[in-house]
């Protein structure tokens, strides 16, 4: 005993003169849910040292702790300087205290914090103006079981906030819950201070009667540091509140609600249909009719409205009923949810008669006025005729329609004087297609011809024709002036003067053989050419032979 009291002598005396681990916290004053940071500083403490946090897990979870090591100037001497961040969310509410820390052979103070509930904070103004704190709310605490609660999160914050912030999900057992669109974002001013607000809204469904507590949901976020500042600490805070959590009292289904009847609580439901085509017309026997019936609810989700049916479970002779897939819609809007079901049918007729299809009535629960409502659409009577009296029905028709058509005046002259029109408008555009074929053959006389010849006299205008045949330009131009010298004394040179479709034929050849042309070279333009002068040098001897028997006439 005597041996531990020195070694604690030797241990207190031995610390530096003025050394002290100092503790301060950003606040004493909490909501349940929020944190604070815990911040202790020395000038004593080895760096690679670090306190003992182990005294704060009873009444604290720690959740960061950081090292920042500082140089401080005190009466122009420089002194090393560790601070420790500690970030805390106490683990109860009330008063609570952090209890003195220690490094080494130095210890802190113990400091005293007041962490209040939410229902404290709500009474409470001066905690409401807190940086960051959240409220919530619900329309009703005393919900029907399988009804629409909404609830309603609003997170306030007269700082600026990081794009990293979250809000835990709700999800809790004996109860539904649906999101009700994205967070919304605006402002408010609360005792002269600008808030910004996130608001999230919930619509609950209790699927079971007793009480039910809402769950509390946690917002987690990052403060911007202000421009004033250390340099050091200018990461931001990371702030986490927790809602109140919120106890349901729900109501089982009233004793008054009709048995057999699906439980509907709303605050407003409608009926509606639609007939293709119209049950009023009369029907024949084999014919089809569609009814469409739309349920509306509003507080009620789509999968909770019951299916609707024309028959309604009863059996009718000759009527039978085949129903389709329904459809189901939830849209949010600013009360809730909406529901929306179609249920179409098609209704057989399957004999001649008359029909009565039952009124359809749907039961549900007005949760605003708290009374049972009743909504329902009258009976439709069906008038069904058979074939055979449809066809008597309407011979006499027929027979006075001939009879008015043989004492009208006879429209022979007309009819007649149509038709001749019709037939001169027929042949008009016969003609002006023969005419236009025609115009087309002129501007372009050997489109579509087969221009090659089956044999041609003389050598050099057969190699021609073979060589435009296959499409081989050299063979062409060579065969082309063997040609032209036994036309002309001048070749080439005095045809293509004469005659210019030549000089362009030959142009796009000389183009192909000397690199000129991009595309391939096709005889078929050549030779066109070629026959053009041998057609015109052939009608200019036939013209001249009248002239040569005139000269030399016979004795």
Known sequence: MIRLLLWLCILIFSAPAGAALEASVDRTRLIEGETLELTLETEAANRFNRPELAPLEEHFEIQNSRQLSLVSQLDGKTQPVTRWVITLLPRRTGYVIIPPLSIDNLSSEPI????????????????????????AEVDTETPYVQAQVLLTLRVYHSVSLYDDSTLTGLDFPDARVESLGPPRNYERLINGIRHGVIEVRYAIFPQRSGELEVPSQLFTATTMPSRSADSALSRGRLVQVRSPGINLQVRPI????????????????????????DPGLDLLAGESLTRTLTVTAEGLNASQLPELSSLAGTTITGLREYTDQPELENAVVDDGIRGLRLDSAALLVQQAGAFQIPALRLYWWDTESDSLQETQLDPIALNVMSSQSFIAASEPVAIEA?????????????????ALLGLALLLSLGLLWRTRNALQRLNNPFQDEE????????????????????????????????????????????????????AEALDELNACLFGQAEHHWRGKPLWRAVRMVVQSRKRQSEALEPALESLYPKV
């Open 112 to 135: 005293s914090l007041q962490v209040l509930t939410a229902s404290e904070a709500a009474r409470d103004n001066t905690a409401q103006m807190a940086p960051v704190f959240i409220d």
């Open 254 to 277: 009233p004793a008054d609600y009709p048995p057999g009847a699906p439980w509907l609580p709303a605050t407003n439901i409608s009926l509606a249909q639609s007939w293709q085509p």
């Open 402 to 418: 001939s009879e008015e058509l043989l004492a009208s005046p006879r429209l022979w002259p007309w009819q007649l004087a149509t």
């Open 451 to 502: 221009i090659f010849d089956e044999e041609i006299q003389g050598n050099p205008l057969t190699d021609l024709q073979s060589a435009c045949r296959t499409n081989q330009p050299a063979e062409a131009r060579k065969a082309l002036e063997s040609w032209a010298r036994q036309q002309d004394s001048e070749g080439l040179i005095g045809l293509t003067h004469l005659h210019p479709e030549l």
